[in-house]
Structure formats: C-alpha cells, structure tokens
C-alpha cells in the first residue's frame, strides 16, 4: 500500500495533495501496490479522487484545527494500522513541518523535493531536485519502505479512468494540543502561491505601495496570484506571506512575471523552476534578464498601464 496525506482547504482537497495521488500511482503502476490516502472528516469531493488514481480513503475525526505534532501523531498511527510501504506528502508548509518528525519517529528514510520517477528500470528511482532547483539527482531506498515529500507543482495533475474511490473511517487516537490557537486567519479569493499557476511579482522598482495597484490589476486580468521580493516584504509594502525566493516561499508556476526585480541570485533560488519567467525592468544589466524567457526593458510606469489597457481590451 502507498499511503498519501491529504491537506485540505475549504472543504476540498487541495490541489497539492492531488499531485501527490497522482505521483503515488505512478509509483503504485510501477511497484504493484494499491494507493490510499488519510484525511480530516468534512471534505465533499473524497468520491472523486479516484481520477487522479486514489482507490480508498481514510477518514479520521478531528477538531477544526490539527497542529504538526497532532498530525504526526495521527500519521504515526494510521501506519501501524495500515502498514504502508511508502507514505507520500507535498513538501508544502504542513509537509515540512512534519516529514522529518515522521522520519525519526517511524525509524523511515525520508527523500524531500521530490519531483519525478524513473520508469522503464526494475527499481524504484526517484528524481529529487537539489542545489535551490540548479540540478536534479536519482535516488534508490535501501529498504522497501520509506517517506517521499513531493514539490508543488513540480509533477503535476495526471488524471485517469476509474470508478469512484472507496472511504472508510480510521478510528484513531488524536491527543490533545500543547499548542494554544490565539488567532487564525484564513486568506480567501486567490490561489496559494505554492499552487498557482502563474504568479505576479513586483520588488522595490515599484517605488511606492501606493503603485500596487498596478500589479493587483495585471494579477486580476491575467487570473494570477501576487507575490514580492524580499525588500518589499521587509519595508512592509507587502505581507510576508507574499515573499517568494530562497528565504521566503519557493514556487513552481507555469508563467513568473517578475516587474521592478533586480533579480539577486537569493530570489531566482525560489522562481527559477517557473516553466517560463517574464521580466520587466529598465535595467538593462539587471540578472532576471539572464534568467528570463522573455523581457522587457523600460520604465514599468510607462509599460504596465499601456499593457494592463491591452489586456482588459482582449477579454
């Protein structure tokens, strides 16, 4: 059994979680082994996942709110119960935080950054991105069994025939918190930026936080999600959670637009993987240049509002 850990958001599955059911078949084609997953009650789409390769579900009782060492807790049991061979995660935030808990406490190899499977070759061969996404490496587990945390959007949805999936209920054991929730906020409207498909990023040529509106425009035209660079964020132009780069949250759209950034090699450490990176900047040495697909080199002010008019006309 390929057991997978489904996080959800808003009554449904998120869409991380479903690249790694797709990963997981992938794995169980090759290996032979059927694919199951272990989520929190209250999710209304669990009888569709089986398009993405997932024949049981496993659903557990919770409180509103389950923090890491909970989760581990709760992981921990469903794999003496079930007895899995691998136990497969996104290494978004949650899978971060407990992947290497999990590691130590189940006595497990752990492979993180995972983002792709080698075929045609008897083995189970996993490809692990390494060096801040310069380079990929091939990995084999010693044992038969082991913990894989997969990148966002570094595999992708792979959807395929099936009736509908099965859910069972897996009666566990939480214990209780050690942490006390003050406050918790739930942002709302737009894709997280470890799942979106395309990403607007302005940095400090913006000059002012008053411009953003700007971005915010171009973001909502072109169905994107906004991010920043690290200087923006620290000068409290942005929130932080918007930060995206080596110290901040590193991301893997399809399309990076990157306006006002300088490009320092901290932040193409985080955007690097975007399948296509289009800049702007007037700086006609700035580095995104050397890393973009596409640029454009001119004054932002002059160029976004001309492009922001262009877009709102072809819809």
Known sequence: MILVILDKAENHVKKASLEAISYAASLGEKSGQKVC???????????????????EVYEFKSPSYIDTQQWTEIISQAYH????????LSNNSLGKSISGRLAVKLNLALISNVIGLKKNVEDVVIQKSVFSGKASAWYRLKNAKGILALMPNGYG??????????????????????????????????????????????????????????IEELADLVNATTACSRPVADSG????????????????????????ISGA?????????????????????APFFKAADYGVCGDLFEILPKLNEALRKAK
């Open 265 to 285: 090699i901290q932040h193409l450490a985080g955007v690097n993987n975007s399948k296509k990176i289009f800049v702007i900047n007037k700086d006609p040495e």
């Open 157 to 214: 949805l792979h959807e395929q025939k099936g009736s509908d999936t099965k859910i069972l209920n897996l009666d566990i054991n939480i214990p209780d918190s050690k942490i006390v929730l003050k406050d918790r906020v739930l942002i709302k409207g737009k894709t997280p930026l470890s799942e979106a498909d395309i990403v607007v990023s302005a940095g400090r040529g913006m000059k002012d936080p008053s411009n953003w509106n700007l």
């Open 37 to 55: 997953g272990i989520i929190a009650e209250g999710v209304s789409n669990l009888g569709d996942l089986n398009k993405y390769g997932m024949s």
């Open 81 to 88: 119960l079930l007895n899995p061979d691998y136990i497969i």
């Open 237 to 260: 132009w942005r929130p932080h959670h918007e930060h995206v780069g080596q110290t901040g949250i590193a991301i893997r759209p399809n399309v990076y637009i990157a306006i006002g």
